[in-house]
Every structure is written in structure tokens, then in C-alpha cells.
């Protein structure tokens, strides 16, 4: 599944004054994937090393001169060209100090951009349609330059593309309304003229991309409706057709996306992979109508993967380079890394994550996509089965729903036949569009539900949850129902099963079970894996005895003696209790803990989670740390059991989240008497871990030092050999 990394800074951004434009001309890769120039709108270009986050070099034009093409760099001569006033190309070196004193040629016709990618020759394109070699213009830069386009047309986007054997220069134009693509063909020249069907009236595209696969270019371009088209053209058999008319251009939709009230202003989309998308400036569609978010769609499965939101004004510009997004935002250009694994429509809808083998995890009458993808053999339960006779014998007497009449049928029918033409919905095998209507299903349960106060059906959704075929985009409002309704139940099985819960929705979550009392929480019913793997971390804190790795600590031996030679009296058993710290006892009830550690393991983003955490009162803040030091001394202390394939949190998870409530709350907590000890409790332990990952950082240095010594030879029966280390 599609994921967006915690991102970084590369630089800062001059904006225009009315914030019209990001004050960026282009970003353009150089030598590697670590490097970029970043040309501004004005008179400077500058060499960035990403992973760095800092300049490495800058050029500037004199005052009174403007940069009209951003630089780009040819890697077969190991410089840099750039057009300024349009019209003056400019060539130089990494080492070039001054831009006056280097390379440049007046052409004799306004240049719209220079292109160049790895391993290309650089090209020139005129504002007026023509295509030059770089070489062969600056043989002659006062050659005349023929004008390809219409008096009206005007080009909008520009891109280089090189194939196995050929270079193409991709342009789009527009022209009283109608949008037009061209692809120029170098050596042999060949120019092959397309229009673009037209979206509704006066909507012009925002945004344009091209990738190159399977001896094909695909266009993708975004317009203001929120309507993704991908354009194909095949790159075999073009010829010059020079006077005929312009063919029609097919299009297919790849995705239709929220736009929230209006149209959209400031958007990009940009093609990531065959079956990935990103987008900026278009809403989250959980997040109301703000359009400062970046995501990523498949456009195979119709489904948001990945969402972050962009803090300041979005300004409609988009970059990719090497798995790694470039965003100017705000007064901020932003390097957001990302990772787009093989797509598949299990783990797209979030089957493959956090499989368990318990039978009853998931209906086996609904089709299973592990079975489909991982070959794994079905294994009916006798609950099932007796559901699956039920239903048979339903149908031999009524005919079954289709999805459509199911959908119709939520919105008026009372709770008792919604969940019986669900389930009926749900066991059936002949359905072959089935995963792709849960989310149609929970959305309209879930909608009914918020609007009408006496409709909820608990064992609908657990259904529906449980095909793993949801995930909180698909239905953004099914976790704040739950919490709603206090069906903490069906709220856990979102957590565990939800990949993209937002930081604030986790929040709500947080705030509601620590709020909680534990009686409240023991009448929950929840699930008995996640109850039976807390219950064994709390009870062994009440065991008399400590046993770690099969030894048993002196001080325990010592109590196990005096209890056998003198036998345990109620006042020696009252004198134990009262010697147990209180930082040994868990400070919540059992179902209570239960659900404080799925929160632990949810995904989130720390800068995103870190203002909501803010909303807890002090004293939730300081239960939550107490539950927190409870389980970090049980884990540290060897306490935790091992139980392969069931859900608890990780001594990481535990240290992350103290470490966010410390930053969110340090100075109401400094300021809280009854949290003083615990805080000096928490500083041992960040200062334990800390010394930790110093101590595997040496050891890393020495098992890396090991791993490059190259293997000596035999060189007989023995050898003596000195390895140092240091």
C-alpha cells in the first residue's frame, strides 16, 4: 500500500506578493537522485543536495535580467543551460563563479523552454512550435525559426521524454478554448498534431504529466471538476502529416476526485507508477473542504492510499524525482518521500494487513483475496456453515437482493431486515463485484445512522469490517460512529484493521478510553485475543515470583523461603502488597488497557498527531504516562510473554508516544506536583534508550568493519591475523 514519509525542508520560498505564484520557475534533476536545481522565478539558480537539505552552489543573472526557462543539466557534458530574457542561452560549469563571464548565445526567436533528461541530448522548444537540437542551434544561433503553431495558439506545458531509440518533445497548446497535444519526434523529425476533447465549458485543464511504458506515452492532465483523464499514444508508426487536421485524442477517466464546494483553483497531479497517483491542492475527502493536502491515489481500485496535509498555500506545483515529492508551499519547498509497492486489490483495501489464523477472524463465504493471491485453503467454521444453510433455505423460498436493492432497502427498512439482507448479501458466493460494494454498504449504513438517532446495526458493520475490504477513507465517519454509540467493539476493529486513521480521529479515540471509568470498561465486550494478551501482562504482575529466562531472582527466592518456613500470615502478605512500587501496578482496569493499547498502534505522524494531543487534560495526560511506565517497565524487565501472531505494542510504539505526550504537555506536567516523580522515572528511561541505540551504534561499527574484510586465502595449515577494530 501506497505510503507518504514524514517530509523535510529543502528550502525557503520568496512567493509572490498576492501569494499568485510559488516563486518558483522548475525543479530539474542533476547527476543522481540526491541532487536538484532549483531555478526561481527571478534571476538565480541553485544546486541543492537533497538528502542534506542545503545549497551546494548558486548562479545568479545580473540585475535587470530574469531567468525565462528553468536550468536543467546535461549529464553527457556535465553542465548547465539556461535561457535568460528569452532569448540568451547560457552554458556553464559546477565551478563557474560568475554567469557574465560564461557561455552565452542571443537566438534569433523567444525560447519557451530548454529540456533535458539523463542521458539525452538537450532540446530547445520556441514559443512559436519549433524544435531544435541545442548543438545544432548554437552552430548557428541566428538561424531563422519556422512557426509551427496557429497566430492564436499558445503553449500551456512542455516535457522531454527519451525512448529505447528515440527523443520526443511533448508540448499541449491552447487556442480560443480548445487544448491540443503535440508530439515531436527528433531524428527523423516527425510532428503528429492531437486535440483533446473538451470538458465542460471553460474548463481548462490544471495540470499536466507524461510517463513513457510499454512503447507507449501516457498523458495524464487534471482539471478543475476534479476529473483525472489519461491520454494514451503509441510512439510506433508516427509519421509526418503535415496539413491535415488534428486527430481527436481518446481519453479514459482515471479518477474523479473531491473538489468540496466550487472548483479547483491550484491543483497537480502527477503519475507515480502504472497504478499510482499524486495529487496536491484537491480536498482530503475526511478533512472537510480544505484544499491543502497532498495524496496519493490507485487508480486501479479507485482508493486514497496515502494523505498529508500541506501547511500554507498550495500553489498548484508538483515534482517527483526518485521515489521522493517536491512541493512548494507556503513560504516552504518541501521534499515528502513516498513508497508505492506492487498493487494489489487486497492490500489496496487492507486485507494483507495484520492477518491472523483465527478462523473466525473473517466470513470464509465472503471470497477471500489471500486465498486468490497466496493460495491458502478455506477453512469453513460451523458457524458458517449453519449461517450458509440459514441462508439457503431463505433463498429457496424468497429470491435473494441485488447490491442496488440492498442499498435502496438500508435507507427506509427497520434494523432487523437491514441486517438480515446484509448477511444474506454477504454469504452469497456469486457476487462477483462484492468487495468493491462493502464500502458502498458501510457509507450508507453509517450515513443512516448519524442521521437517525434509533437506527444502528452493530453486527452489520463488524461484517462488513471484517471482509478487511474497508478502510477509513472509503468510510471516513464508521470510527467516530462507533465512538458515538460506545460500540468500543467495532471501534477496535477499525484500529487494527484501519491503515489510515487520522491523527485526529486516533485522538478522539484516546481521549475517549482514557476518560473511561474502568467499570464502564469492564462491561465492554471486546476482542478475546487483545483481552487475553493484556490480561497475561497484568496478571504477572501479581505473580510472587519473578522468573526471567527459567532463573528465579534472589529476592524472590528469598521470599519463597520465609513463606515455606514460617507459612504466610495476613499481616506478611499486607507487608508484600505495600512493598510492590506503585509504578508495578497498572493503573487502568483490564478492557480498559485493552483498548489504550490499540490506540499504541496506530499509524500516525508525529507533527499531525502532536496539536491534538494537546486537547488532554493533565490528568489523562498523567494516567496515560502512568499506563505508559507500567508497560515499559514490564517489557524491560522481561515480563512480557511471547506470543507470536496476536497484537500487542512494541517497547518502540511505548517510547514513541511518551516522547509525544512529554513534548505536548512538558510544561503543564513540570508545573503538576503529583507528576514529578513520574517524570524523573520517564527521564531514566529516554536517557536508558538513549544509551541504548549508542552502545548498537558502536556495535554497528564494528559488525559493519567485519563485514568488509575481505577473506584472506588459505594460506596453510594456519594462520595468525590481527583484527583491529578501533
Known amino acids: 500500500m501506497a505510503a507518504l514519509y514524514e517530509g523535510y525542508t529543502l528550502c525557503g520560498l520568496a512567493p509572490a506578493q498576492n501569494l499568485s505564484n510559488s516563486g518558483i520557475r522548475g525543479i530539474e534533476a542533476e547527476r543522481d537522485s540526491d541532487h536538484v536545481v532549483v531555478t526561481d522565478s527571478t534571476r538565480s539558480v541553485t544546486l541543492y543536495k537533497v538528502s542534506d537539505q542545503k545549497p551546494l552552489n548558486s548562479w545568479t543573472v545580473k540585475q535587470g535580467q530574469t531567468l525565462t526557462s528553468p536550468a536543467v543539466y546535461n549529464s553527457q557534458s556535465k553542465e548547465y543551460v539556461a535561457v535568460s530574457d528569452s532569448k540568451v542561452i547560457r552554458i556553464w560549469k559546477e565551478e563557474d563563479i560568475l554567469l557574465e563571464k560564461t557561455f552565452k548565445a542571443t537566438v534569433s526567436?523567444?525560447?519557451?523552454?530548454?529540456?533535458?533528461?539523463?542521458?539525452?541530448?538537450?532540446?530547445?522548444?520556441?514559443?512559436?512550435?519549433?524544435?531544435?537540437?541545442?548543438?545544432?542551434?548554437?552552430?548557428?544561433?541566428?538561424?531563422?525559426?519556422?512557426?509551427?503553431?496557429?497566430?492564436?495558439?499558445?503553449?500551456?506545458?512542455?516535457?522531454?521524454?527519451?525512448?529505447?531509440?528515440?527523443?520526443?518533445?511533448?508540448?499541449?497548446?491552447?487556442q480560443k478554448g480548445d487544448h491540443f497535444l503535440y508530439l515531436q519526434r527528433l531524428n527523423p523529425n516527425t510532428l503528429q498534431r492531437y486535440r483533446l476533447e473538451r470538458e465542460e465549458p471553460g474548463l481548462s485543464p490544471l495540470s499536466f504529466s507524461a510517463s513513457y511504458r510499454d512503447k507507449h506515452i501516457r498523458l495524464l492532465y487534471l482539471y478543475p471538476n476534479g476529473h483525472v483523464y489519461q491520454s494514451v499514444v503509441s510512439v510506433r508508426g508516427l509519421v509526418a502529416d503535415e496539413g491535415a487536421q488534428a486527430l481527436l485524442l481518446p481519453r479514459s477517466l482515471l479518477l474523479g476526485l473531491p473538489v468540496g464546494e466550487g472548483l479547483l483553483e491550484a491543483a497537480s497531479a502527477q503519475a507515480l507508477d502504472e497504478a499510482h497517483v499524486a495529487v496536491v491542492g484537491v480536498p482530503h475527502p475526511s478533512a472537510g473542504s480544505?484544499?491543502?493536502?497532498?495524496?496519493?491515489?490507485?487508480?486501479?481500485?479507485?482508493?486514497?492510499?496515502?494523505?498529508?496535509?500541506?501547511?500554507?498555500?498550495?500553489?498548484?506545483?508538483?515534482?517527483?524525482?526518485?521515489?521522493?515529492l517536491v512541493i512548494p508551499?507556503?513560504?516552504?519547498?518541501?521534499?515528502?518521500?513516498?513508497?508505492?509497492?506492487?498493487?494489489?486489490?487486497a492490500s489496496a483495501l487492507g486485507k494483507l494487513r495484520q492477518v491472523k489464523t483465527d478462523e473466525s477472524e473473517a466470513p470464509t463465504s465472503v471470497p477471500s483475496w489471500n486465498n486468490i493471491?497466496?493460495?491458502?485453503?478455506?477453512?469453513?467454521?460451523?458457524t458458517v456453515d449453519t449461517r450458509k444453510t440459514r441462508t439457503n433455505r431463505k433463498s429457496q423460498s424468497a429470491p435473494s437482493l441485488?447490491?442496488?436493492?440492498?442499498?435502496?432497502?438500508?435507507?427506509?427498512?427497520?434494523?432487523?431486515?437491514?441486517?438480515?439482507?446484509?448477511?444474506?448479501?454477504?454469504?452469497?458466493?456469486?457476487?462477483?463485484?462484492?468487495?468493491?460494494?462493502?464500502?458502498?454498504?458501510?457509507?450508507?449504513?453509517?450515513?443512516?445512522?448519524?442521521?437517525?438517532?434509533?437506527?444502528?446495526?452493530?453486527?452489520?458493520?463488524?461484517?462488513?469490517?471484517?471482509?478487511?475490504?474497508?478502510?477509513?477513507?472509503?468510510?471516513?465517519?464508521?470510527?467516530?460512529l462507533t465512538l458515538e454509540r460506545k460500540d468500543y467493539f467495532l471501534c477496535q476493529l477499525c484500529l487494527q484493521f484501519f491503515p489510515d486513521i487520522p491523527e485526529a480521529v486516533t485522538c478522539a479515540c484516546?481521549?475517549?478510553?482514557?476518560?473511561?471509568?474502568?467499570?464502564?470498561?469492564?462491561?465492554?465486550?471486546?476482542?478475546?485475543?487483545?483481552?487475553?494478551?493484556?490480561?497475561?501482562?497484568?496478571?504477572?504482575e501479581r505473580e510472587p515470583v519473578g522468573l526471567l529466562n527459567g532463573f528465579t531472582t534472589t529476592s524472590a527466592d528469598g521470599d519463597r523461603s520465609d513463606g515455606v518456613g514460617g507459612g504466610d500470615t495476613r499481616s506478611q502478605q499486607d507487608e508484600q502488597k505495600t512493598a510492590t512500587p506503585p509504578e508495578h501496578i497498572c493503573p487502568v482496569g483490564l478492557h480498559k488497557a485493552v483498548l489504550l493499547n490499540e490506540v499504541l498502534q496506530t499509524a500516525y505522524s508525529d507533527s499531525f498527531l502532536l496539536p491534538h494531543l494537546k486537547d488532554l487534560s493533565s490528568q489523562n495526560v498523567v494516567l496515560f504516562l502512568q499506563y505508559l511506565q507500567f508497560l515499559y517497565i514490564k517489557y524491560t524487565h522481561g515480563d512480557v510473554p511471547q506470543m507470536h501472531g496476536l497484537r500487542s505494542p512494541s517497547l518502540t510504539q511505548i517510547m514513541d508516544w511518551v516522547c509525544l505526550l512529554l513534548d505536548a504537555h512538558f510544561t503543564v506536567l513540570v508545573m503538576t506536583p503529583e507528576a514529578k516523580g513520574l517524570l524523573l522515572n520517564l527521564h531514566s528511561f529516554v536517557k536508558s534508550q538513549v544509551q541504548l541505540v549508542s552502545e548498537l551504534g558502536k556495535l554497528e561499527g564494528s559488525l559493519q568493519e567485519l563485514k568488509e574484510m575481505k577473506v584472506k586465502k588459505d594460506v596453510g595449515q594456519y594462520s595468525i591475523e590481527i583484527i583491529e577494530l578501533f
Not at 467499570?519 to 490480561?535: M, Q
Open 510 to 540: 484516546l481521549k475517549t478510553f482514557i476518560s473511561m471509568s474502568n467499570v464502564d470498561a469492564e462491561k465492554v465486550s471486546l476482542d478475546l485475543d487483545s483481552v487475553s494478551v493484556t490480561e497475561t501482562l497484568i496478571a504477572r
Open 109 to 174: 526567436s523567444d525560447v519557451w523552454r530548454v529540456h533535458c533528461v539523463a542521458g539525452g541530448e538537450p532540446v530547445v522548444l520556441f514559443h512559436r512550435g519549433a524544435v531544435r537540437l541545442l548543438d545544432s542551434l548554437l552552430s548557428a544561433p541566428q538561424q531563422p525559426i519556422e512557426e509551427v503553431l496557429a497566430q492564436e495558439e499558445a503553449i500551456r506545458w512542455s516535457t522531454n521524454i527519451v525512448t529505447e531509440s528515440h527523443t520526443f518533445v511533448i508540448f499541449t497548446t491552447e
Open 402 to 480: 441485488t447490491n442496488d436493492q440492498v442499498l435502496e432497502l438500508i435507507k427506509t427498512a427497520p434494523v432487523e431486515e437491514v441486517q438480515r439482507e446484509v448477511e444474506v448479501l454477504l454469504s452469497r458466493t456469486d457476487i462477483q463485484d462484492l468487495h468493491p460494494s462493502v464500502g458502498r454498504l458501510a457509507s450508507v449504513l453509517v450515513s443512516r445512522s448519524l442521521a437517525d438517532p434509533a437506527f444502528y446495526t452493530p453486527g452489520s458493520l463488524v461484517q462488513l469490517v471484517h471482509t478487511r475490504c474497508l478502510c477509513h477513507s472509503v468510510c471516513p465517519d464508521l470510527v467516530l
Open 290 to 324: 480544505g484544499n491543502d493536502f497532498l495524496c496519493i491515489w490507485n487508480t486501479n481500485f479507485q482508493t486514497l492510499q496515502a494523505g498529508k496535509e500541506m501547511a500554507g498555500k498550495i500553489y498548484g506545483q508538483l515534482w517527483s524525482f526518485c521515489n521522493k
Open 373 to 382: 493471491l497466496h493460495e491458502e485453503k478455506a477453512h469453513p467454521s460451523r
Open 329 to 345: 508551499h507556503g513560504k516552504t519547498l518541501s521534499v515528502i518521500p513516498y513508497e508505492c509497492p506492487k498493487s494489489s486489490l
